[in-house]
């Protein structure tokens, strides 16, 4: 199994992108689902999560407002919706399978990682 990321790019200040997380061969239906992201020369950091039926979604202080996480009903794909990005949110961005329903901030709560797709914000 594995989980590819896409949707990354280069977008203006203010602007939106939209990030997809699919995982191949089966679905992730029962797992919650993070994102994390990271910049050079920085720790990977956790920018948000949704929980396995999508009833529940937690974000970073940073992102709040600003990001929303949702899934599709058939369990094989997630997205992360970035409104009004800004400089600040250039990282590569990754997601993560967690091992149970639902999960928290640490990366240690996730089993299984993409790898990472690339958002640049330019001012």
């Known amino acids: 199994v594995q989980l590819v990321e896409s949707g990354g790019g280069v977008a203006q200040a203010g602007g939106s992108l939209r990030l997809s997380c699919a995982a191949s061969?089966?679905?992730?239906?029962?797992?919650?689902v993070g994102w994390f992201r990271q910049a050079p020369g920085k720790e990977r950091e956790f920018v948000g999560v949704i929980s396995w039926d999508g009833g529940i979604t937690s974000f970073a202080d940073f992102v709040k407002g600003r990001f929303s996480i949702s899934r599709d009903g058939v369990g094989l794909t997630v997205y992360l919706q970035m409104d009004n990005l800004e400089p600040g949110d250039t990282a590569v961005y990754f997601c993560?399978?967690?091992?149970?329903?639902?999960?928290?901030?640490?990366?240690?709560?996730?089993?299984?990682w993409g790898q990472g797709t690339q958002v640049t914000v330019s001012s």
């Open positions: 993560a399978q967690a091992q149970y329903g639902l999960a928290g901030e640490s990366p240690e709560e996730y089993d299984l």
């Open positions: 061969r089966r679905s992730f239906r029962g797992n919650a």
